[in-house]
């Protein structure tokens, strides 16, 4: 299946198997074989040694093979969305990039990249025939292919992946789907074995090669947290490198159910930083009102206030 897996003729590219020919007909993510991107913008708000003092120059692709209800980024991640803005044209996404990159910027991010993952090469291949050589960083849902993640090992640098859920209960309510922990774990730990769990620092203190992995607490899970962090300490590194989110809202304009209509409070945040510490893993925490600092609006040529 590896030699196939980038066929978009029979698309198999992210764990949903749709199998069908992108060229004439659309899956679960409605891409075809052209790019989907919402946005390209410098964004600082990532962990600090991935932003460094520069900043990291993001690339947004629109719509997703996971569809969460409460998702942040809604208004570029449901796939029944289309802006005429967007940019769907290797070229100009290529041009959009290297903008960003003359401004002396050496970190290139992939956002949602698990449906796109066969533009995103095209996209990476045609900023380095410019003459850049930027990190790579490939900052997905957690919702992906072994396969494609075992032909991106000498392609992608750092892998930000997210671990969303230990439940499958969990993961259908809220992402659509039940098996979301067993496919997480399995492509987390292929990016181990690509990247082990020491993280490699160019000399501006920004990463060079490493895995991160994201976990955001979401309201009244902070039990499901905890599983995760002794998941992720217990099969496979106690010296990981974390980043703990607190930052969940209840973003407007999304009918989420009851109980998540609410922020996280500091009590269950805290519980899940105490796990965090006394498993060993190393990484970073947010502060309790980081909530109010990520709140995107993707119609705005900045989308992050503070960028």
């Excluded at 990476?124 to 410019?130: N, S, T």
């Excluded at 690509?194 to 000399?203: A, P, R, Y």
């Excluded at 309790?288 to 993707?298: L, N, V």
Aim: aromatic letters at 10%; hydrophobic letters at 35%.
């Amino acid at each position: 299946m590896q030699d196939n897996v980038l066929d978009l003729t029979n698309c198999n590219i992210c764990p949903r198997h749709c199998g069908v020919n992108r060229y004439n007909g659309l899956g679960f993510c409605r891409i075809g074989v052209e790019p989907l991107v919402a946005s390209i913008f410098l964004h600082k708000g990532e962990e600090p040694v991935i932003s460094g003092e520069k900043g990291i120059c993001n690339v947004f692709f629109a719509h997703c093979n996971l569809q969460c209800i409460y998702c942040q980024n809604h208004q570029i991640s449901k796939n029944h969305t289309a802006n005429h803005k967007w940019l769907n044209n290797i070229e100009n996404i290529v041009e959009n990039i290297t903008k960003i990159l003359d401004t002396g910027v050496s970190m290139l991010g992939f956002v949602s990249p698990s449906h796109q993952v066969v533009q995103m090469l095209k996209i990476i291949e045609g900023v380095k025939e410019k003459g850049y050589h930027p990190t790579i960083v490939y900052n997905s849902n957690g919702y992906d292919n072994v396969e494609t993640l075992r032909l991106l090992e000498n392609v992608v640098d750092v892998y930000l992946p997210d671990f969303k859920y230990f439940c499958a209960g969990t993961s259908k309510r809220y992402s659509g789907v039940a098996d979301y922990f067993d496919v997480a774990a399995k492509a987390i730990r292929e990016m181990y074995r690509q990247k082990g769990s020491s993280l490699i620092l160019n000399e501006d203190g920004t990463i060079a090669f490493g895995l991160i992995v994201r976990h955001l607490v979401l309201p009244g899970h902070s039990y499901e947290s905890i599983k995760i962090l002794k998941y992720i300490a217990e099969n496979l590194s106690p010296r990981l490198h974390v980043s703990l989110m607190s930052q969940y809202y209840p973003p407007e304009n999304l009918r989420l159910p009851r109980e998540l209509e609410r922020d996280i409070n500091e009590n269950e945040y805290v519980q899940v930083v105490n796990v965090m510490h006394d498993l060993g893993l190393r990484g970073w925490i947010q502060e309790p009102e980081s909530q109010f600092h990520y709140r995107p609006d993707f119609n705005s040529q900045i989308p992050f206030l503070g960028d």
